[in-house]
Each structure stands twice: as C-alpha cells, then as structure tokens.
C-alpha cells in the first residue's frame, strides 16, 4: 500500500509559477513509475507528465511541454512538478499517481493516487 500526499496547489496570475510536490509513503518509493494527471472542471482527468522509477526518463503532454518538468527524489520519497508560464486552462485538480512498474509510465491506469490539489490560474 501507498499513501500519496500533494501540496503547493494555489492561486496564481497567467504567466506564474507553482510548484506541486508529492509525498509517498507505506512502501518501496524508487519500485514505482509516477505521474501527475489533472481535472478541470466538468471535464475528464488528463495525464499530464510522468517519471520512470529512477527519474532517468520523463514524458509530458504537449500542451505542457516546456512549461513543466516532473522530477524525483527517492530519498525522499517524493515526486515534484515544477509549473511555469502557467496558463488559465491549466486550472484543474493535480493528482499524483504511482504505478509499481521498471521504467516510464505513461497513462492513466494507477495503483495509487493521491487526493489532489487545487491549481488555479486567474487571467
């Protein structure tokens, strides 16, 4: 089992930035693939970036790439994500999300998710 923690969500003008961070606990951290995944409202959840277990390979949606960088560190035990020239579509609830898997994850099925923080980008 792995409970999963996010914080740093907020308020912020178009053009800002947040970072999100991620703590994990109850197992093995460095044994999961992790990945933020994101819900506006009235819509779907969307995958946004994700990073393979040893943080060597990281994947993101277009809509975000080379806004946000996804990192790790597994001493410890958690997952970030650095948001900058944020946007006001990229107002949404931020899940983090483990899978145990070798390698990158890229998807929306996780064994684990956290419970979300609100990231809010006033235009």
């Known amino acids: 089992q792995v409970q999963l923690v996010e914080s740093g969500g907020g308020l912020v003008q178009a053009g800002g930035s947040l970072r999100l961070s991620c703590a994990a606990s109850?197992?093995?951290?460095?044994?999961?693939?992790m990945g933020w995944v994101r819900q506006a409202p009235g819509k779907e959840r969307e995958f946004v970036a994700a990073?393979?277990?040893?943080?060597?390979?990281?994947y993101y949606v277009d809509s975000v790439k080379g806004r946000f960088t996804i990192s790790r560190d597994n001493a410890k035990n958690s997952v970030y994500l650095q948001m900058n020239s944020l946007k006001a579509e990229d107002t949404a609830v931020y899940y983090c999300?483990?899978?145990?898997?070798?390698?990158?994850?890229?998807?929306?099925?996780?064994?684990?998710w956290g419970q979300g923080t609100q990231v809010t980008v006033s235009s």
């Open positions: 999300a483990a899978r145990r898997t070798f390698g990158l994850w890229v998807g929306m099925e996780y064994d684990y």
């Open positions: 109850g197992h093995t951290f460095s044994s999961y693939a």
């Open positions: 990073i393979s277990w040893t943080g060597g390979s990281t």
